[in-house]
Nanobody
Framework: QVQVVESGGGSVQSGGSLTLSCEVSVASEDPVFTYCMGWFRQAPGKEREGLAVIDSGHQFAYADSVKGRFTISRDNSENTLYLQMNGLKPEDTAMYYC????????????????WGQGTQVTVSS
């Protein structure tokens, strides 16, 4: 089984920073569970948006909407994923989700199998 748990959300003012964390617990060492992990978000009334993905070799990709502001990283030894968010804007307000069990090759547009419950990020102007 795979459990995905996000943390680190909160409320900040425009221009502020937050770091999200995601712990992925797996019952097996099969790399299929943790090879490709990523961050997504969904704002009320909008479709889910892929933000960034990273594979176990630390190759990454970002959506244009967050490129240059957000940084994805991971600790393979702990199966932990991070999202450092700088220069936050009110339009970044959303529920942020971590996902694991992503595709090969790792890409934002692929299908992810395991999802967390989300952590809320609210940015005020």
């Amino acid at each position: 089984q795979v459990q995905v748990v996000e943390s680190g959300g909160g409320s900040v003012q425009s221009g502020g920073s937050l770091t999200l964390s995601c712990e992925v617990s797996v019952a097996s060492e099969d790399p299929v569970f943790t090879y490709c992990m990523g961050w997504f978000r969904q704002a009320p009334g909008k479709e889910r948006e892929g933000l960034a993905v990273i594979d176990s070799g630390h190759q990454f990709a970002y959506a244009d909407s967050v490129k240059g502001r957000f940084t994805i990283s991971r600790d393979n030894s702990e199966n932990t994923l991070y999202l450092q968010m700088n220069g936050l804007k009110p339009e970044d307000t959303a529920m942020y989700y971590c996902a694991a069990g992503g595709p090969w090759p790792c890409r934002i547009s692929g299908s992810f199998t395991y999802w967390g419950q989300g952590t809320q990020v609210t940015v005020s102007s």
